[in-house]
């Protein structure tokens, strides 16, 4: 079968490296280096998670992270912005202080070189709009993360569209996180919740009313009927904050999707995803039009770290092997 | 996410200011670096007693504050995968050997209902020779 045409570009999160990030046994530079030896070459980062002394960028800092864009040849795509609304334990952060907040965000990616700003899926959006005039002086977009359980019908959702369509800002803009998409359970974390001693039972019962993309609503109520305890109940939970949508449902909302978070949590040994389909993904995106990047997001070592050697440098290749075949890459 | 991570296994010490007590390397679990104000709680239970906030300190890159100073400070960070220091005060020594170190974690996560963090339990060994951090 061959690909259509398309400008899709392949990147990574450095979220995807956080085990190895937070062990130190990956450095800053190494997430880089592999990112680029895998052809991931467009990086998106965490200033927060990655930099040290955040929000104060070094100059040496700076002249390290161009440096390391050339030696490695990637491309600096994207922040990732955190809105601290709790950042004082007394009082709420005022609109004025979130709008700076945001701002601030967006002088650092300028200073990264990046011109996608992930705003993360609390920002509110009268945020959005107060910050929109500064983005666009500053050439970055800031593109609202829609994650899960969020989807294009929700209020919330709705609420930052109106806005978005409202004032026609060219900053602002939709970032759809892959997780949105979750087809059947990842059993990466049934599996887990198995060995922190969830009843199989209800493990059984969670996974199936899931895949079946049955009523998740009252799945915690019915496990705590049937006997449950905490851990049957933070899987409950799980499956009542995984959703699965029609990834055709980003279609009529392409104009304003500038990246794509590609959420995953367990590659296979034949480079699929387990759980959510890109087979069916990368193909809308290609329908679309959408020019910018497939950005990795690994999430799946928090799952498997308890009895498992995390590998996220290998979970990351073989996504960018099923991308390349996808992107029609191999032809 | 890195729960099991919060406690260190290596340089559990006694105290080097010949105070009764010790200290026990920490680390956050959580994804990103967090702004001090929002670390709500390091809350250490050293074989099988609670140890009041009020007789441990936190020191993160060589900055070191009491509990009650946190919540105002706005201007440092427990840094993603940074080991901080958590020093406690004891009545008596530590003794040689084998501690059991529960720490539990609380952190203010803007974009979660509920408080965030997690909780480690570890059987430490105290290293023999007392070092500074």
């Keep these: ?39 991931a070459r467009g990086i998106e980062i965490i200033p927060e998670q990655s930099i040290p002394g955040f929000p104060h960028l070094t100059d040496e800092f700076v002249d390290t992270w161009f440096s390391w864009m050339e030696k490695y040849g990637t491309t600096p795509v994207a922040t990732d912005l955190f809105l601290d609304t709790k950042l004082h334990p007394d009082r709420w952060l005022t609109l004025e202080e979130q709008i700076a907040s945001v701002r601030r965000d967006v002088d650092i990616a300028v200073r990264l070189g990046a011109k996608v700003v992930r705003a993360i899926i609390n920002t509110p959006p009268e945020v959005m709009e107060g910050a929109a005039p500064y983005a666009e002086q500053h050439g970055v977009r800031l593109l609202l993360e829609v994650h899960a359980p969020f989807h294009y019908e929700h209020p919330w959702i709705l609420q930052h569209l109106e806005v978005m369509h409202r004032t026609g800002s060219p900053a602002l803009g939709l970032m759809p996180d892959m997780g949105t998409f979750v087809e059947r359970f990842p059993r990466v974390v049934s599996e887990r919740a198995l060995r922190d001693g969830a009843k199989p039972e209800l493990v059984d019962l969670i996974v199936q009313t899931y895949d079946d993309h049955g009523d998740t609503h009252a799945l915690m109520d019915v496990v705590n009927y049937r006997g449950g305890g905490p851990v049957d109940f933070g899987l409950a939970r799980q499956a009542t904050h995984y959703i699965w949508t029609e ?17 995953f949590y367990e590659m296979t040994d034949d ?61 | 996410m890195f729960d099991q991570y919060i406690v260190c296994e290596e340089n559990f010490r006694a105290r080097d200011d010949g ?39 936190f020191t993160v890159h060589g900055n070191t504050y009491t509990f009650d100073q946190l919540p105002r400070t706005t201007d440092d960070r427990w840094e993603m995968g940074e080991r901080a220091q958590l020093a406690f005060e004891t009545d008596e020594p530590l003794t040689p050997g084998e501690h059991d170190v529960a720490v539990s974690v609380r952190l203010r996560i803007s974009y979660m209902p509920v408080p965030g963090g997690g909780r480690d339990r570890k059987r430490l060994t105290l290293s ?6």
């Design chain 1, 271 to 331: 480079e699929v995803e387990y759980s959510i389909p890109y087979d069916r993904i990368v193909p809308v995106l290609i329908e679309g039009g959408f020019d910018g990047y497939l950005s990795s997001e690994y999430e799946g070592n928090r799952h498997v770290q308890d009895a498992f050697p995390v590998d996220s440098v290998e979970q990351i290749r073989r996504q960018h092997a099923m991308f390349a075949r996808l992107l029609g890459e191999d032809a």
């Design chain 1, 1 to 39: 079968m061959t690909t259509p045409p398309h400008a899709l570009k392949r990147g990574v999160s450095l979220y995807s490296f956080q085990e190895e990030y937070f062990l130190r046994t990956l450095s800053l530079e190494d997430c880089i280096r592999v990112a680029g030896e895998i052809g």
């Design chain 2, 19 to 57: 105070r009764p007590g010790g200290v026990v390397e920490v680390r956050m679990p959580y994804y990103r670096g967090l702004t001090l104000s929002m670390v709500e709680a390091v809350d250490l239970v050293l074989d099988g007693t609670p140890v009041p906030a009020s007789r441990t300190t």
């Design chain 2, 128 to 133: 023999p020779v007392s070092t500074t951090a």
């Design chain 1, 247 to 263: 990834p055709k449902s980003m279609l009529e909302h392409m104009p304003l999707i500038g990246h794509i978070q590609a959420k």
